[in-house]
Nanobody
């Protein structure tokens, strides 16, 4: 059974940093498209950053230059480094994946979701 387990969320002040992790089991993350999505209260879920099996990355304009997606294949873990956080980054962040090797946007529909980790940024 595929499992994606996020960690690393928390509360920070504006300008601070957090690193989210997503540990996968029964699933090889390097073989498929992986991404981070987020959902703020009252808003639709949106794609934040994605990475394909060929290391192509997609980054939402709202976080470009501040967020970086990466993975550690040996640890089978996906990361999201978030710097210069803003109050509008406050949301539940989800790790997700689709059984596709290549993806060049954040519009794909995931096959798997993690349970989410909360990020709260105060001004």
């Amino acid at each position: 059974q595929v499992q994606l387990v996020e960690s690393g969320g928390g509360s920070v002040q504006a300008g601070g940093s957090l690193r989210l992790s997503c540990a996968a089991s029964a699933y090889t993350i390097s073989a498929y498209c992986m991404a981070w999505f987020r959902q703020a209260p009252g808003k639709e879920r949106e794609g934040v950053a994605g990475i394909a099996s060929n290391d192509f990355t997609s980054i939402a304009n709202s976080v470009k230059g501040r967020f970086t997606i990466s993975r550690d294949n040996a640890r089978n873990t996906l990361f999201l480094q978030m710097n210069n956080l803003k109050p509008e980054d406050t949301a539940m962040y989800y790790c997700a994946s689709v059984r596709l090797r290549y993806c060049y946007s954040l519009t794909w529909k995931p096959d798997y979701w993690g349970q989410g980790t909360q990020v709260t940024v105060s001004s």
